[in-house]
């Protein structure tokens, strides 16, 4: 079978390919295992330097998510499934409203249309955030049934794609479901647009002997979970049953509910004997406001009923990027 | 001023702008209130002969909603508001999935684009419906702040229209309010394609002596709202303060809860000594299943905060119907 990834050559869905590659197989349209003979990871733009890991199965194909017949010609065969992270990130989205419609709704649109053309119902893991959930009136604790008033463009847009995946199934159109993601860490490379960059920088700058710079006040409360959860969680919310799902195909991902100062803490503990580099505070109205409008806290009664996979400590998560990638 | 009404030529479009001729003033951008010298309605198809009502302050205007460039016309001065009505109904919806995106979301989105281009925050009140809720997870009681998970294709759009506001208004982009609207009745003339019409047509026909189909069980419940009601609601929310709806710009308009029998238990009551047209049960599981996905009972706490009116009795929304068109 074929597996498309959209957002296929950013860290989620490089990380998600070589977790596909590995296990070799999925539950093809239909039902019943399928060994992956081919992995599509389309991007905005592809690295210069094929990856190490991309054996002869991968395929890196850059293009635009909001052109419908490029996202259409991905999907040219009935055995596929499909990962959609494509997305304009928050931070990226307040500044750039077009652009968060364009690829986030538009590009959106785009993949649940080409996934209909198949008439097979592929099965179509939509990359949703608990960004969704926000506004004056959210609850202390956000559960996978709390009303969705995000306060951000990429809030709206994931929110809208989440009731587009529901309609899209509901209508047998495709097997959708989408998995809400916390803050990932830790991210290697660079900062991104998104207002939680910081968090993965919290962690890797002083790693790297390098100056971190935190945007937000030590108290800020942020629902985090590792990659390799992020990555297990996607996967298994794909091979899920679909009756398990119901009418709403939305699962908030498993989390850990930490504030700046326990991500330190942690860091901390994790170095050990490691020289760090420094961590300073340097506010930001801009990403404080962002973060201060997403949940404090999120529940994630679905996901542990459906099995879904969650770090054993944030301790064990900077531990796991240390092992990865240092 | 110019007010403007999409879907303008329907029934509740034809009696907001009777409603609004009669009123002859709103607030303005920017506050305070201004005469209305235009008023323009916008619809599909326009009717031949020009409404006796409509006097020289109004302009109709025949054209297609997803046209952007068509929309963005409507919207040609700065001193505008817009009640935004035109819609595919729900069983229209289900029977053509592309047209309901087309006219509901493409529409919208033209809608709110339009707006925005102004750049002077005009308010903008957008029709949305209580088909926005459903589903397995839905409370006996859904109120403002429950989760939408429509189990229509309407419902997903107006939900999704909804977040947009939302986020419209969020950004300064214009000043938007939604109405929920239960079923509205009673409608005079034809039957339309929305689930919902045979309960018009529960009072209409019988009052004119015809015979009335009903498709759904008598025990069937459905949240209802005279249409004086619904203007009035539409009327008081465009002129709400804007603080007083906060971050989520949604309000289900008031409600009554009642069965099918209680509603021709009512139309007899009303009726009096009139002879009544036939009333006969012929199930149709494709609208049975519509309205059971709706919410059985609709709680309005924010529209009676707002002061939004609510009809005295079942039987005085019969009694005004009969009023003004028997």
Redesign the interface.
Known sequence: MKVVITGGTGFVGQRLAQALLQRGKLTAPGGGQEAIDELLLFDVVIPAKRPAWADERVILRAGDISDSAAVAALIDRDDVSVFHLASVVSGGGEKD?DLA?RVNLTGG?NVFEACRARACQPRLVFASSIAVFG???MAPVVGD???????T?YG?TK??CE??V??YT??GFFDGRSARLPTVIVRPGKPNAAASSFVSGLFREPLNGEVCRIPVSEDTVMPLLGYRSIVGGLIALHEAESAAL???RAVSLPSFTVTVRDMIDSLKRVAGARKLGEIVFQPDPFIQRICDGWPRDASYERATKLGLPRDASLDAIVENYIEDFL
């Open positions: 409203f419609i649109l506004g004056s009136t049934h709390a009303k969705q008033t995000p306060q463009t709206a929110a809208i009731l587009l529901n309609d509901r209508k119901g009418d709403d």
